[in-house]
């Protein structure tokens, strides 16, 4: 059995799913159903008795520590943080008590928990905790792409808070021995993300007439990795991970944030024309960038590649085609996400750049 934190959102969910597609251990999903996180990405699953739906919080050590002794997962996979860039812009206090506060706690109890094991428990145990590019900080147009050994320089509250969590995480596999895997992702995309942000946003705007808003000139550079390989390559770091490694993941597909809304336009001009007949793009509106915006993150995965053999099995215009054609499959889906707060943020992050 295994644990999983955060995982009815984007990634976390997908990579539920994923696992039993291939698998039928059981595995404990604790999320504390946030904002982003939507039971419906895990419907599939509702009637499966190895998928166990805890909701909670990661910092709730008292709950934590019970899951624990009473299912004793061999493995933990903490997907659990707030994500994005904007919101902790807006609002940074959220993001330092989920992804480094609660990440404290979950250490501390995980910590607790792998002292207790057998010798041969503790051998096999594996903490992986999942991150992001954003800690490298931002990169020049003709820089390297960042490896594992790239030095931290997080620039916005989230990746502040990511570099922290990340942090602690690699001091308690070196204080204290946990036997710790950190993966650092670049941009994902797919199924079930929510439309906060660039690829999602885009779609769901696109299909209700409103306009594309692009922040600044549209050439922030980003690697995108389609969600369900992400999945794959976090399995692979489980099974044959070294303890206190680190590794990147990456899709090998740099793009501008214009280009790739460009992309979404065309697919959509394909696959659910307008009315009107008039091409998607035109509604694609320039609006004021913002603040601190990183230029470009490019992730060299070859690490993951060498030593444990995972590469990404889709090309971006192979992934990004399935998952326009999901959004397009899954308006129910799409419709019961656009809540009444979620309009409230968006009216709240894109009327004062208009």
């Excluded at 976390?12 to 039993?20: I, K, P, R, T």
């Amino acid at each position: 059995m295994i644990l999983t934190t955060g995982s009815a959102g984007f990634i976390g969910s997908n990579f539920v799913l994923d696992w039993f597609a291939q698998s039928d251990e059981p595995v404990i999903n604790l999320d504390k159903l946030t904002y982003a996180g939507n039971l419906e990405n895990l419907a599939s699953l509702k009637d499966n008795p190895n998928h166990i739906f805890v909701q909670g919080d990661i910092g709730d050590k008292a709950l934590v520590a019970k899951l624990l002794a009473l299912h004793r997962p061999r493995a933990i996979v903490n997907f659990a943080a707030e994500s994005h860039v904007d919101r902790s812009i807006h609002g940074p206090e959220d993001f330092i008590q989920t992804n480094v506060v609660g990440t404290f706690h979950l250490l501390e109890v995980v910590r607790a928990y792998w002292s207790g094991l057998s010798d041969a428990e503790m051998t096999n145990f594996r903490f992986l905790h999942v991150s992001t590019d954003e800690v490298y900080g931002s990169l020049a147009k003709s820089e390297p792409a960042f490896t594992e050994n790239h030095r931290y320089e997080p620039n916005s509250p989230y990746s502040a808070s990511k570099a922290a969590s990340d942090h602690l995480v690699r001091a308690y596999h070196h204080t204290y021995g946990l036997p710790v895997l950190t993966t650092n992702c670049s941009n994902n995309y797919g199924p079930y993300h929510f439309p906060e942000k660039l690829i999602p946003l885009m779609i769901v705007n696109a299909l209700a007439g409103r306009s594309l808003p692009v922040y600044g000139d549209g050439q922030q550079i980003r690697d995108w990795l389609y969600v369900k390989d992400h999945c794959s390559a976090i399995r692979c770091a489980l099974e044959k991970g070294k303890p206190g490694e680190v590794y990147n993941i990456g899709g090998w597909n740099e793009k501008a944030n214009l280009d790739i809304v460009h992309t979404v336009c065309r697919l959509l001009d394909e696959l659910q024309p307008r009315s009107d007949g008039k091409p998607y793009r035109e509604q694609i509106a320039f609006v004021a960038d913002r603040p601190g915006h990183d230029r470009r993150y490019a992730i060299d995965a070859r690490k993951i590649e060498r030593e444990l053999g995972w590469k990404p099995s889709e090309t971006f215009e192979t992934g990004i085609r399935k998952t326009v054609q999901w959004y397009l499959d899954n308006q129910t889906w799409v419709n019961n996400v656009l809540s009444g707060s979620y309009r409230q943020w968006i009216e709240k992050n894109y009327a004062e750049r208009a």
